[in-house]
């Protein structure tokens, strides 16, 4: 089955490149383009893709207003960011938002695989080259004190293990390799992660790691 995606950056160029890039990925194609995020919508509405491939900064709309839209009108949509920001508080805001993961405009071919495989899955990917950057914001979201309840997450040893790395940018492939694990083994770790303790989104796991002191800028 080839999943089909939507490019929307203000630099035919970056399209170009990004296009190029997805010709050698297996499995996906691209379906249509958009020059801003004004276009996003109403694109968006007309070709239904499966994955949308965001700019962040764009002329006219900006990629969180244009996020913020596509969310509201398609809470179900999947959005990758593709910036060349690392600004931390604008990555938080961008996943806050809804996006589905984050990616910087000089990833490889490897990478933007993986992470288009890990929104096919219903997964969220965060490049690994800014995981630190988020958890390090996150830190300073959260200079209060930890809460009387810290710790009361009843998570397992192998779900903590699973849930630093998850926090840290690893896909559920290179958890599974590290592991010695299955896939399937991951991806049945990963949700009982999410269902116990009720929180769907990188930045809301990040946010828990660093409140209940599971995971530092030192891990």
């Known amino acids: 089955?080839?999943?089909?995606?939507?490019?929307?950056?203000?630099?035919?160029?970056?399209?170009?490149?990004?296009?190029?890039?997805?010709?050698?990925?297996?499995g996906y194609t691209v379906i249509g383009e958009a020059s801003d995020g004004a276009q996003v919508l109403e694109t968006f509405s007309a070709l239904l893709p499966?994955?949308?491939?965001?700019?962040?900064?764009?002329?006219?709309?900006?990629?969180?207003d244009a996020l913020r839209q596509l969310k509201t009108a398609y809470p179900k949509s999947k959005v990758l960011i593709l910036s060349m920001h690392t600004d931390p508080e604008l990555i938080?805001?961008?996943?806050?938002?809804?996006?589905?993961?984050?990616?910087?405009?000089?990833?490889?071919?490897n990478e933007l695989e993986q992470a288009l495989l890990a929104l096919s899955n219903d997964e969220r990917y965060l490049s690994p080259a800014i995981?630190?950057?988020?958890?390090?914001?996150?830190?300073?979201?959260?200079?209060?004190p930890a809460s009387p309840v810290?710790?009361?997450h009843n998570l397992t040893a192998r779900q903590l293990e699973i849930?630093?790395?998850i926090v840290r940018g690893k896909s559920t492939r290179e958890i599974a390799h590290g592991l010695?694990?299955?896939?399937?083994?991951?991806?049945?770790?990963?949700s009982q992660i999410m269902k116990?303790?009720?929180?769907?989104?990188?930045?809301?796991?990040?946010?828990?790691?660093?409140?209940?002191q599971i995971i530092s800028l030192d891990d």
């Open 150 to 152: 810290a710790h009361n």
């Open 196 to 212: 116990r303790l009720q929180i769907f989104d990188v930045a809301g796991l990040v946010l828990f790691a660093v409140r209940e």
């Open 1 to 26: 089955m080839t999943r089909t995606l939507l490019l929307v950056d203000d630099h035919a160029l970056i399209r170009a490149g990004v296009r190029a890039l997805v010709q050698d990925i297996p």
């Open 163 to 165: 849930l630093r790395l």
């Open 92 to 109: 938080m805001r961008a996943l806050e938002s809804g996006a589905h993961g984050y990616l910087l405009k000089d990833t490889t071919a």
């Open 180 to 190: 010695g694990l299955s896939i399937k083994t991951v991806e049945a770790h990963r």
């Open 50 to 64: 499966d994955i949308v491939l965001l700019d962040l900064s764009m002329k006219h709309t900006g990629g969180l």
């Open 131 to 144: 995981a630190h950057t988020v958890i390090k914001q996150a830190l300073v979201r959260n200079q209060a």
